[in-house]
């Protein structure tokens, strides 16, 4: 299962921080500590628990005991990676919002340091509407069962493939989804502090993960 070392999330964020501190030492202060890894979130054990003893009963038929009993342990740790992942990144959504909701207390307390608290506003909105969305498929996708699916004894390698690279997609997906949420944090920070861009929407347009417009 070495290939999901690079679902760890923990690096999601790390540039959040670094950005409000940098661009905005104010909301530096007070800033939730680093994420600890989640434990599994439990919405949708008993359906994930009633697919695996089907796959259990399965796999008590197979000859090789062995590739059996290692069947079993990847289709846990594949259900398991799912479920620690998302609580992980709706912990980071959680944190985004924190730190809106400092950015907001400070709009509404005018100081010199915010520019255009009226399109500082827009921005935050914006935010949190991106958060919403992103926290919806978080959770659409905990609900996700990645149970194997056994055609028989000598294609389970391969079916076992099937869904760890099915769980590999999607996480990477949703974890895009968490980068956006993130970029658009960190855009309101920057409104917040310069103020509205030359186009007069007091958004500063940001690019993708690849750096395109």
């Known amino acids: 299962m070495s290939k999901y070392t690079i679902l760890r999330t923990s690096a999601i964020l790390i540039g959040l921080s670094l950005l409000a501190a940098t661009s905005y030492p104010v ?8 994420l600890p890894v989640a434990p599994p979130a439990r919405q949708n054990v008993p359906n994930i628990a009633s697919k695996a003893a089907v796959l259990k009963l399965k796999l008590q038929s197979f000859k090789d ?20 992942q998302t609580a992980q ?3 980071y959504l959680d944190a985004m919002s924190t730190i809106l909701d ?15 608290p ?23 996708q905990a609900q996700k069962d990645y149970t194997i699916q056994v055609t028989s004894e000598g294609r389970i390698g391969i079916d076992a493939k099937t869904q760890r690279d099915k ?8 974890r895009k989804a968490v980068i956006d949420a993130k970029q658009s944090v960190a ?27």
């Open 89 to 91: 990144m709706q912990k």
């Open 187 to 213: 855009n309101a920070i920057r409104v917040a502090k310069s103020g509205p861009v030359p186009d007069g929407t007091g958004l500063k347009k940001e690019g993708t993960i690849s750096g395109q417009q």
């Open 167 to 174: 769980l590999h997609t999607d996480i990477l997906a949703i």
């Open 65 to 84: 005991t062995k590739k059996a009993q290692t069947a079993e342990r990847v289709n846990t740790n594949l259900n398991n990676i799912n479920q620690n």
């Open 118 to 140: 009226a399109a500082a506003k827009t921005a935050i909105a914006s935010a949190r509407a991106t958060i919403a969305t992103v926290s919806a498929a978080v959770s659409a």
């Open 27 to 34: 909301l530096a202060q007070n800033q939730p500590p680093r």
């Open 102 to 116: 400092k950015l907001e207390a400070r709009i509404n307390n005018p100081t010199p340091d915010i520019k255009n």
